[in-house]
């Protein structure tokens, strides 16, 4: 039997190996609870999770070229042997052109937004705000540092507790399409943590970016409610600068759903209908996931980069294969 | 939920939208997941019929 450490361990090279699509979020590949499908003495791995009549693929499958496509045709058939049907979420437009070939519908679902650090400053009107909110939880006695210790996660782990208590008596945390900490994966991650007093008000994880544009990725982060402004801001601040100082050329924000929705980003054999539920969901489904919200952190940097990431449907655009992919990220 | 046939884009969008809400709280249910993905194609057909822009 396998265990989770030995079956993330390929899915890890993969990642860093396979880097065509340049997928910014691929280091969720090797989160737990992840399902792998892999071909014997074939590089590369699909990433997936099943869910009732649906497997949910996360990504296009991290393979170079003489192998993706066989890959794919393999899942596939797997896929078929067991009644069931792929979706694919969070793919890149090179995977996306692919999937259309193998007959899939493919919708733009959101962007990925990224912010190049290279000449990257706070200077100026258009971060006026923003370097106000930072000053000000600085002079509240904030102070952020990077660490390795997960002795501190215990703590990190009640701000999580806090801040899911805070969504309602029903809110369940997210998963698959959300970062991790602590885990066995979290040697290649990066921990900040800001602290008023000794203690933990709030933290960022950074998740490694392999590819053309090599980076880390804003990824989970939580504070406790707080009224010191711009704590989430302090620590982005502090971890930037020290990225800059190593040299690194981008910050990653993530994936948003539904934002960065362009009728140029998609490809022709799109589903219209789908298409406009997209646009319904940015403009009114909040409900849903509150994608306006969190882009209006993201757009705090002033993000250089948008990246339009698609929804694969294994035949016709599907409300039921959307629906699985919330269920597979634990949102159902 | 209104089984009428719908004539307006807007309608069969906010049937789309109810048919995803009701599959969320039943994801396995294989008959509602066939009515919903009946209501997309029904939106799809509306948008074919619409006219063209000149």
């Known amino acids: 039997m396998v265990n989770a450490v030995t079956a993330a361990e390929p899915a890890l090279a993969a990642i860093r190996d396979f880097t065509i699509a340049d997928n910014p979020s691929s280091f ?44 794919l045709r393999a899942f596939l058939e ?8 792929v979706v694919g979420v969070q793919l890149q437009r090179a995977d996306a052109e692919i999937y259309a070939e193998f007959g899939f519908t493919v919708n733009q679902i959101g962007a990925s937004w990224a912010r190049s650090l290279g000449d990257f400053s706070l200077h100026g009107t258009r971060f006026m705000q923003l370097r106000n909110k930072v000053s000000r939880s600085f002079r509240a006695g904030l102070t952020v540092v990077e660490t390795a210790d997960e002795s501190w996660f ?15 008596e029903h809110a369940k945390p997210l998963e698959y399409l959300v970062g991790q900490y602590g885990d066995h994966m979290q040697p ?35 504070r406790q409610p707080s009224r010191v402004p711009g704590i989430m801001e302090a620590i982005n601040v502090t971890a930037i600068e020290r990225f800059r100082s190593e040299g690194v050329a981008w910050l990653h924000f993530g994936f948003t ?5 362009h009728a140029e980003y998609e490809l022709p054999c799109h589903d219209p209908g789908f298409r406009l539920l997209m646009g319904l969901l940015w403009e009114h489904g909040e409900a849903v996931y509150p994608a306006q919200t969190q882009l209006a952190y993201k757009d705090k940097w002033a993000p250089d980069l948008t990246i339009p990431e698609y929804v694969g449907f294994q035949r016709a655009a599907s409300v039921a294969g959307f629906t699985h992919i919330f269920r597979a990220a634990g949102a159902l | 939920m209104s089984t009428e046939p719908v004539t307006d884009v807007g309608t069969a969008l906010g049937r789309v939208v109810e048919m995803f809400g009701a599959l969320c709280a039943d994801p396995d249910n294989l008959d509602l997941a066939q009515d919903a993905d009946r209501t997309l194609a029904d939106l799809n057909r509306l948008l074919a019929d619409q006219p063209t822009p000149a």
């Not at chain 1, 609870?33 to 997936?48: C, D, H, K, Q």
């Not at chain 1, 991290?62 to 496509?69: G, I, K, Q, V």
């Not at chain 1, 215990?154 to 309602?168: A, F, H, T, Y």
């Open chain 1, 28 to 71: 969720l590949a090797v989160s737990e609870g992840n399902s792998y499908f892999t071909l014997p003495g074939r590089p590369g791995v699909i990433v997936y999770r099943p869910t009732g009549r649906f497997l949910v693929q996360f990504g296009g499958p991290f393979a170079p070229p003489d192998s993706y496509r066989e890959l």
């Open chain 1, 257 to 261: 759903p539904f934002s960065g929705l």
């Open chain 1, 188 to 222: 290649h991650r990066r921990m900040f943590i800001g602290m008023i007093d000794g203690a933990p008000v709030g933290y960022i994880s950074y998740s490694p970016v392999f590819g053309s544009r090599a980076g880390w990725m804003h990824d989970l982060s939580r």
């Open chain 1, 154 to 168: 215990p703590k990190l782990r009640e701000i999580d507790e806090v801040w899911l208590r805070g969504k309602g």
């Open chain 1, 78 to 85: 797997f896929a078929e042997e067991r009644g069931v049907t």
